[in-house]
């Protein structure tokens, strides 16, 4: 495998175009409803727009919902409601159309994607399609252990990059993203801490199913013992990805990444996926202006990354199952925006 060098990234990554994004703007001030009638749903038009190089917006037809799957040593520790090692069950819940996620995504007719990264159970338990990119049995244990080898790190970096550019080429025009993780907060509270240059405490919340105060202490321990690990690696990215992420963070991070060199957009789920877009931002600078920011899930590590990376979350429902839910609501906005903003007439004369 050749070297990675993330570096490239800045390079290939180019905002969507500020041209057309203008254009679009003077089109809705042609339209007949008033300025500003619409909210926040012009904005959201305009991006479209911007990000498909075209006026009027092509309405969304082919979204899809991708939901990178592990599980973290550091689960072992109780910092999850959740047993430790039990992410196989979130995914055979999704494949079994069970899931809130895979409902919702029934309804509204986008197609689901479940990709193991690093899940604690035999490959044979599950279909080929999922399995296939799956670079360990759980990441280790970040409080103490890096999560990754560097070689693993990278082959699950570069497995997003793969996936995001099968999506591309797919002809998908709106990734739904997400994730299926026991002890993934951690890992991610970790990079978000690490990157933000914030304490333990000021990140760690109660994940997707509630934690009571003493899971809340060790969940909070874990993480303070992994930012130790993680400070002296801040440099690198994908060392860091290595040693307090995991392998489904890892390749979430390399699928967005790619996704913006693909001018893909791609609506954010709750905190493991700001967690990784916080790191690609490291990485290019230019990469979250291809995003969306779904809805606030209520941890404070995902408030914390979407402040650093300036994204305002569509919804706020206090929703805090994860698994692209929070993502998946936030569809029918970004739907909605773009046939309005196809649809809408002009104003005669």
């Known amino acids: ?44 038009g305009e991006w479209l727009a911007a990000a498909q190089q075209r006026v009027p917006v092509k309405p969304i037809e082919q979204p899809r919902v991708v939901l990178f799957a592990g599980d973290h040593g550091v689960s072992d520790l109780g910092v999850s409601a959740r047993p430790a090692r039990s992410a196989h069950r979130l995914v055979r ?14 309804r509204l007719g986008a197609r689901v994607r479940v990709i193991d990264m690093a899940l604690d159970c035999d490959p044979e338990d599950l279909p080929d399609d999922v399995t296939r990119h799956r670079v360990r049995r759980a990441s280790g ?3 103490l252990e890096d999560a990754l080898t560097l070689d693993e790190a990278e082959r699950a970096f ?8 099968e999506e591309a080429d797919s002809g998908t025009d709106l990734l739904v993203l997400g994730d299926l993780s026991v002890g993934g907060t951690t890992a991610a509270a970790t990079l978000i801490a690490a990157l933000c240059g914030t304490d333990a405490s000021v990140v760690t ?20 013992d992994g930012l130790r690990r993680a400070r002296p690696v801040l440099g690198d990215q994908l060392q860091l990805l290595a040693t307090v992420g995991g392998a489904d963070l890892a390749a979430i991070t390399g699928f967005l990444l790619q996704s913006a060199v693909r001018r893909t957009p791609v609506i954010l ?5 700001a967690a990784c877009a916080l790191v690609a931002q490291r990485v290019a600078f230019r990469a979250p202006d291809w995003w969306l920011a779904g809805q606030a899930s209520g941890e404070p590590g995902q408030e914390k990354a979407l402040d650093r990376i300036a994204l305002t979350p569509l919804l706020d429902h206090g929703v805090t199952v994860g698994e692209g839910t929070g993502a998946l609501l936030a569809l029918p906005l970004v739907q909605a925006a773009a046939a309005l903003h196809a649809e809408l007439p002009e104003r005669d004369g």
Do not use: Q
């Open 93 to 106: 819940a999704v494949l079994d159309g069970e899931s809130p996620a895979a409902i919702l995504a029934a």
């Open 141 to 143: 244990r970040i409080d």
């Open 269 to 273: 789920d709750g905190v493991v996926s």
């Open 205 to 224: 919340g109660r994940g997707g199913a509630a934690i009571d105060d003493l899971a809340w202490m060790r969940k909070c321990a874990a993480i303070r």
């Open 1 to 44: 495998m050749s070297a990675l060098n993330l570096d490239d990234f800045v390079d290939l990554i180019e905002r969507p175009d500020g041209g057309i994004r203008r254009d679009a703007e003077e089109r809705r001030e042609r339209l007949a409803l008033p300025p500003g009638a619409l909210g926040r749903l012009d904005e959201l």
């Open 158 to 165: 570069r497995a997003g990059m793969a996936i995001a550019d």
